[in-house]
């Protein structure tokens, strides 16, 4: 905290005096003017929200997914199992899983299937980012209950094709285009398209076992064998823009597929070499926007999509594999698969429905908007060879509406402004419960309300204090509810989960002549009660709620940039995640005070880049980048847990990139080559689950607009 006050007080010393310098050198120049104006990236950072945004058009020369450049930004961590399509549970100032929401374009990604989800969006994609951090404004219409990030493609360039290709280590094939054409009568089509491989085949440092006594030898290094994974995806849109009637209206249609090789159980001890899943999805999209619409100042926007999804899980394997990828044939009268306690073809079909209207009207200093979201999520599932009874035998329903009213009040000046707005939550849900052998019919409703409010003031043109508060729920979704069909069983009975969230930050974005500022920091505070949670007995687990658990912390970031050529950030995130539960029915909780296990709580990162400028020949730019991200260690239960030499622990991490860009034609023609986990050190973010070591690729872009 010492280091985090002098950075900022330094920075504030040095934007006052410049501030200083200015307005000599003005006074010296009366005739000089100069005409400025905020990019969209500024305006979205200068929110009475807590927001960090991403400039994602500095990064499409990477061969990062969306994913991996979140996990770069304050306050995000992104825990990956293993490589490339790898379960991964992303993590926001102390909230995790269904907790924090994800949005394309505004519209949410819930119900999408697992072929569209972040770490499977190429970066190329997005114009920028943003993260909301605690407190959702209304429009996105949605009960995140920590936060939501919202990817925002290109909606500007009228005509442009944008095409990369990158191979890499472990047999990693990257692919994607986007494209637009804009006729001058307004017609347009949008295409989108991307496709994911590798064999994932990095080695892993595994104690073997002997086949026959079953004592595990001496560490060895080995590689992984059945671990491919394959994604893909395209997208098409079509309408019009810019008529009497609407400004976008466009109609679209999304399919996708992936399948996923399992290499391994809850850790690195059970081996798989037949295992896999699948998924599919086909999804047709509605967009509209009309600004003002029958008078000055009202604005209609509306979303809507129906995704039909087809999921599944093989695991019929009679073999037992080892870590060299030699197997041995399980007895005749054996049941169990290689993952799960039972052989499984379980396969689920989703049917989700989703409808967005969001009605603004800005008159002078005063807006107002009202949003509304439907969505309704129904699944049935099957497994043919099971001798259970199937909990999706019979429709599993969710059915849910958010609703929200804001107004915003801004100084003539722009100098501050403030926000208030209220949310109400509304969700029924049936099921069946299927233990036991029976059929239970089960129901559940819930309504519940929620307000905030969000305030910024202009200290000076280049100093910003926000804050914002936020009452709010989170209804329970349908996996949390029904389980899996497999090792995660249902909860029926989950309630929602509520929080009070508390941010309270202070910006700056300061530019001296070729030097450019940026400086942030932000206080975090979050109490949760009925807080989900995913809690394991052994294979099975299920979500429950846990009452209460409280966040504290603090997150900064700082940049400079010299000449728009050399740049340096710097950011580091503390969360202290708490189990403030005293008694749990009338005894004394054991766990209270504890921190949250297997949460990351004190992460980093940091991030150098040169860029030198006519490289060869005029038009062509030579980038240089490196940076490093560091995770201290965390425990995998509860701290008061066991003695001091037996508790597990996830361990520290210290990783390094860097990557070199050449850009020709004023970027036409664009090759990059990167190395990721330069040392080559052993990295898990979950207990016993290594993720790859050192790795390289190369890219290569062709963009024309």
């Known amino acids: ?89 992303f993590s926001l100032n102390g909230f995790t899983g269904k907790q924090v929401k994800f949005f394309l374009d505004g519209v949410p990604m819930d119900n999408f299937g697992s072929s569209l989800t972040l770490n499977n969006l190429p970066v190329n994609m997005a114009e920028r980012i943003e993260v909301y951090k605690g407190v959702v404004p209304i429009h996105l219409g949605s009960d995140a209950l920590g936060g939501a990030v919202n990817v925002i493609t290109n909606q500007h360039i009228k005509k442009y094709l944008d095409v990369s290709y990158s191979y890499g280590s472990f ?56 671990d491919a994974y394959r994604s893909t995806m395209g997208q098409v849109e079509l309408g019009v823009v810019n008529k ?24 690195m001890d059970q081996v798989a070499g037949m295992a896999f899943n699948t998924s599919q999805s086909f999804i047709p999209t509605f967009k509209y926007r009309k600004e003002n ?49 039972n052989k499984t073809l379980f396969r689920f079909r989703d049917r989700n429905a989703f409808a967005m209207a969001n009605l603004s009207y800005a008159l002078g ?8 979201t439907y969505n309704r999520f129904r699944r049935q599932g099957e497994d043919p060879i099971s001798k259970y009874p199937i909990p999706f035998s019979e429709p599993n329903i969710i059915s849910k509406h958010v609703s929200g009213l804001a107004y915003t009040y801004t100084a003539a000046d722009n100098r501050w402004s403030a926000t208030v ?88 974005i300061k530019t001296l002549g070729l030097h450019r500022l940026e400086g942030e920091v932000n206080y975090i505070y979050r109490k949760a009660g009925d807080f989900i949670r995913l809690e394991s007995d052994g294979q099975i687990s299920r979500y429950s709620n846990l009452d209460s658990v409280r966040t504290s912390g603090v997150e900064w970031t700082v940049k400079y940039v010299y000449n728009k050529a050399f740049s340096f950030e710097l950011n580091g995130t503390y969360q202290n995640t708490l189990n403030v539960k005293e008694f749990d029915k009338g005894i004394r909780n054991y ?9 990351p709580y004190l992460f980093g990162n940091l991030d150098l880049g040169y860029r030198f400028s006519n490289v060869l020949r005029s038009g062509n ?54 190395c990721t986990n330069l040392s080559d050190a052993r990295v898990y973010d979950n207990f016993k689950l290594q993720k790859p070591g050192r790795a390289f690729n190369v890219k290569l872009r062709y963009f024309l607009h």
Do not use: C
Request: charged residues 15%; hydrophobic residues 35%; proline residues 3%.
């Open 1 to 89: 905290m010492k280091y985090l006050a002098t950075s900022f007080l330094l920075l504030i010393s040095a934007a006052a005096l410049a501030q200083q310098q200015d307005t000599i050198a003005r006074k010296k120049a009366l005739r000089a003017v100069e005409v400025t104006g905020k990019t969209r990236l500024r305006k979205a950072k200068e929110q009475a929200f807590t927001i960090t945004a991403v400039d994602a058009r500095q990064l499409h020369n990477t061969t990062s997914n969306i994913n991996q450049v979140l996990n770069r930004t304050s306050g995000v961590r992104i825990r990956e199992e293993g490589g490339l399509g790898s379960t991964y549970s």
């Open 171 to 226: 047999n990693t094939h990257l692919a994607s285009l986007n494209a637009r054409h804009t006729t001058s009568s307004g017609l347009m089509i949008n295409v989108s398209a991307f496709h994911n491989y590798s064999d994932n085949s990095y080695k892993v440092n595994v104690e073997i076992p002997d086949p026959e006594t079953g004592i595990f030898g001496p560490e060895q290094k080995v590689r992984r064998f059945h």
């Open 244 to 267: 009497k009637y609407a400004d976008k209206l466009l109609f679209g249609l999304i399919a996708a597929d992936n399948r996923k090789e399992l290499q391994t159980g809850i850790s």
């Open 293 to 341: 619409l029958f008078t000055e100042g009202l604005t209609l926007v509306a979303n809507a999509n129906y995704s039909f999804v087809k999921a599944g899980i093989t695991d019929t394997s009679s073999r037992k594999y080892d870590w060299y990828g030699n197997y041995t044939p399980k007895s005749s009268s054996s049941t169990s698969g290689e993952i799960y306690y």
């Open 365 to 372: 200093q005063h807006a107002f908007s009202l949003n509304h």
């Open 421 to 508: 707005f209220g949310k109400l939550f509304s969700q029924s849900a049936s099921t069946v419960n299927a233990e036991w052998g029976g059929y239970e019919p089960l129901q559940a409703s819930y309504t519940k309300a929620g307000y905030g409010a969000a305030a910024t003031f202009h200290v000076f043109p280049w100093a910003q204090l926000k804050a914002s508060y936020e009452n709010t729920w989170r209804m329970p979704e349908g996996e949390e509810m029904f389980g899996n069909g497999l090792l995660l069983v249902n909860n029926p009975a989950l309630k929602p989960e509520h929080s009070h969230n508390i941010n309270a930050g202070l910006l700056l």
């Open 591 to 599: 766990t209270y005070w504890d921190r949250l296990p297997n949460t």
């Open 621 to 674: 730019v030579l980038s240089l980048n490196a940076g490093a991200t560091f995770v201290e260690e965390f425990y995998l239960y509860w701290p008061s847990q066991g003695s001091a030499g037996s508790k597990f622990i996830i361990p520290e991490q210290f990783t390094q990139h860097a990557g070199v860009t050449y850009s020709m034609q004023n970027g036409k023609y664009n090759v990059s080559f990167a």
